[in-house]
């Protein structure tokens, strides 16, 4: 069994920082991609970024290009998502998953990820 647990949200003006984590158990984390994912109210929940098993190829969606990197260290058991030059659309509660495929190489759909954490909220105030 797989358990995710994400912290770092919180609550920021516009142009601000934070950094997410998530926390996996279990000792094949390093054979999965992982993803990080959005939802804000009354909106399906949409794909944030994705990083390889390795942390060797990542995906952004284009309104985060360029302000969010994605990484992860798998000594630690651990993804990250360093999110700068935060935006009020931004304000969404945040989830790590993990891709259902070991290896996979490219984000899929959200229905493609078979273990997800709890969420954490993030806040941007203009």
């Known amino acids: 069994q797989v358990q995710l647990a994400e912290s770092g949200g919180g609550l920021v003006q516009t142009g601000g920082s934070l950094r997410l984590t998530c926390e996996a158990s279990?000792?094949?984390?390093?054979?999965?991609?992982m993803g990080w994912f959005r939802q804000a109210p009354g909106k399906e929940r949409e794909f944030v970024a994705w990083?390889?098993?390795?942390?060797?190829?990542?995906y952004y969606e284009d309104s985060v290009k360029g302000r969010f990197t994605i990484s992860r260290d798998n000594a630690k058991n651990t993804m990250y998502l360093q999110m700068n030059s935060l935006k009020p659309e931004d304000t969404a509660v945040y989830y790590c998953?993990?891709?259902?495929?070991?290896?996979?190489?490219?984000?899929?759909?959200?229905?493609?990820?078979?273990?997800w954490g709890q969420g954490t909220q993030v806040t941007v105030s203009s």
């Open positions: 990083i390889n098993w390795s942390g060797g190829s990542t």
């Open positions: 998953a993990r891709n259902r495929v070991a290896w996979a190489t490219r984000p899929g759909t959200r229905y493609e990820y078979d273990y």
């Open positions: 279990g000792r094949t984390f390093s054979n999965y991609a």
